[in-house]
């Protein structure tokens, strides 16, 4: 099983490094399956629009709803992020088996069994290398969700480009 996680102190950071990996394992020629999530200010700044990108070349799906100026709720749309779920575990049973399984956050609905959850599941089951943001409301789930064996990794494209390489190789090795 190859589980990572990278997090980041600031908003917005870790969505912009996993949706900066994508961009460089795609321009490799990587086989991808998973999310990236995009972040885009709203009017009053204080909140944004969420958007994930479903990989390879999937569509964009806006998972984050409008509450209200004075909602405190979580803002996340479960059917639209559902979708991209669907989708992604659509991915996972196609002709061409991906290198890497990226997901943009094991999140709230991740530590409730939901949202991605399953999907990075069946990814491990497949062998195929997972790659997740997390933050630190969600770290602790994580780690119960990884029963120890996720490897934290340094918050750049080096580190999580060196951590793929190594993957690889160990994949390779365990083929022949």
């Not at 100026?69 to 059917?79: F, K, Q």
């Not at 060196?162 to 190789?169: A, E, F, R």
Request: overall charge negative; aromatic content about 2%.
């Amino acid at each position: 099983m190859h589980l990572a996680y990278v997090m980041t102190k600031d908003r917005g950071a870790t969505d912009r490094l996993l949706s900066e990996l994508a961009d460089r394992l795609q321009a490799q020629g990587t086989a991808l399956a998973g999310i990236v999530q995009t972040n885009t200010e709203c009017h009053d700044a204080a909140l944004c629009d969420m958007d994930v990108r479903v990989l390879p070349k999937g569509e964009t799906i806006r998972i984050s709803q409008s509450l209200g100026p004075e909602s405190r709720g979580c803002r996340l749309d479960p059917s639209a992020l559902e979708q991209a779920v669907a989708q992604v575990t659509k991915s996972l049973q196609g002709e061409t088996v991906p290198d890497v399984l990226i997901v943009n956050k094991f999140g709230k609905h991740e530590a409730d069994g939901r949202g991605m959850r399953p999907v990075i599941g069946e990814a491990l089951e497949l062998g195929i290398p997972v790659i997740s943001g997390v933050n630190s409301l969600n770290v602790e789930a994580f780690q119960t969700f990884a029963d120890g064996l996720a490897v934290t990794v340094e918050p750049n494209i080096e580190a999580m480009m060196d951590w793929l390489t190594q993957v690889q190789k160990q994949v390779q090795s365990d083929k022949t």
